[in-house]
C-alpha cells in the first residue's frame, strides 16, 4: 500500500528541501577523508545528497518513494537506488559513511536495532556484529543519525507514526551495534514544530 512519502512526495519536498542542513552536516562531513563515498537512506528530494556533493564527496541515495528519488536525481544528479532500508541487500553496497538523517523516525523501537543491523552491512568498515566478516581498515566507518526525543509514539494528522526516543536508550544501541558517539547534538525541529531532534555522529569500534 502506498504510504504518505509515496503520495504527498512534492508535498514533503517543499517542506524540507529549504532546510539548511549545514549545522547538522558539518560535523559529520568534517570528520570524513576528501573524496570519501557517502550512502544517504532516505535521501528524500535530495537535499542532502547535493549538500555532500557540493563539498566533493561522491554520493549515492537510497529512497522508497518514487517520486522523491527522481527529484534526489534531478537535484544531485547521482545514482539513487529506490527501495526499502528493512529488505534492501546493503552487502552489495560499499560506502565509506551513512547518513541517516530523520529516516528511522517510523520505525517501531523493537525493529530500529534489526534495521541499523542491515544498515550498517553497506559500510566498508562495517562493525563485524553487523556484516558477519572482519572489517576492512578504514579511517572513516562514520555515521550520522537522527531520531526525535520523547518517550513512546505519536501520530501526526498526516497519520504518520513517529517513534520516540531517549538519549540513552539509543546510546545502549549503538553500544550493541558496535559504534562509538564521536559527536552529540539535541536540536529544536527546524520546520518550527517544537519537537527535539537528537543527532549523533557514530563510527565503528
Known amino acids: 500500500m502506498p504510504d504518505y512519502y509515496s503520495i504527498n512526495w512534492r508535498e514533503y519536498h517543499q517542506k524540507t528541501f529549504h532546510i539548511d542542513p549545514a549545522p547538522f552536516l558539518s560535523p559529520f562531513a568534517d570528520r570524513l577523508p576528501p573524496g570519501a563515498h557517502l550512502l544517504d537512506i532516505g535521501c528524500g528530494s535530495g537535499r542532502d545528497l547535493l549538500w555532500l556533493k557540493q563539498r566533493g564527496?561522491?554520493?549515492?541515495?537510497?529512497?522508497?518513494?518514487?517520486?522523491?528519488?527522481?527529484?534526489?536525481?534531478?537535484?544531485?544528479?547521482?545514482?539513487?537506488?529506490?527501495?526499502?532500508?528493512?529488505?534492501?541487500?546493503?552487502?552489495?553496497?560499499?560506502?565509506?559513511?551513512?547518513?541517516?538523517?530523520?529516516?528511522?523516525?517510523?520505525?517501531?523501537?523493537?525493529?530500529?536495532?534489526?534495521?541499523?543491523?542491515?544498515?550498517?552491512?553497506?559500510?566498508?568498515?562495517?562493525?563485524?556484529?553487523?556484516?558477519?566478516?572482519?572489517?576492512?581498515?578504514?579511517?572513516?566507518?562514520?555515521?550520522?543519525?537522527?531520531?526525535?526525543?520523547?518517550?513512546?509514539?505519536?501520530?501526526?494528522?498526516?497519520?504518520?507514526?513517529?517513534?520516540?526516543?531517549?538519549?540513552?536508550?539509543?546510546?545502549?544501541?549503538?553500544?550493541?551495534l558496535g559504534l562509538s558517539v564521536r559527536w552529540f547534538s539535541r536540536n529544536p525541529s527546524a520546520v518550527g514544530s517544537g519537537e527535539m531532534w537528537l543527532g549523533y555522529v557514530l563510527s565503528v569500534v
Open 57 to 176: 564527496f561522491e554520493v549515492t541515495g537510497v529512497e522508497r518513494s518514487a517520486g522523491l528519488a527522481a527529484l534526489a536525481r534531478q537535484h544531485a544528479g547521482c545514482t539513487v537506488i529506490e527501495g526499502d532500508f528493512e529488505t534492501f541487500d546493503f552487502t552489495t553496497l560499499r560506502a565509506d559513511a551513512l547518513l541517516l538523517s530523520g529516516s528511522l523516525v517510523h520505525v517501531p523501537h523493537d525493529r530500529l536495532p534489526g534495521v541499523l543491523a542491515n544498515v550498517l552491512k553497506a559500510l566498508k568498515n562495517a562493525p563485524e556484529s553487523a556484516s558477519g566478516r572482519t572489517p576492512a581498515p578504514f579511517p572513516s566507518g562514520q555515521v550520522y543519525i537522527s531520531l526525535k526525543e520523547g518517550t513512546g509514539c505519536r501520530t501526526d494528522a498526516e497519520n504518520r507514526t513517529f517513534y520516540l526516543w531517549q538519549d540513552n536508550e539509543l546510546r545502549a544501541l549503538f553500544d550493541r
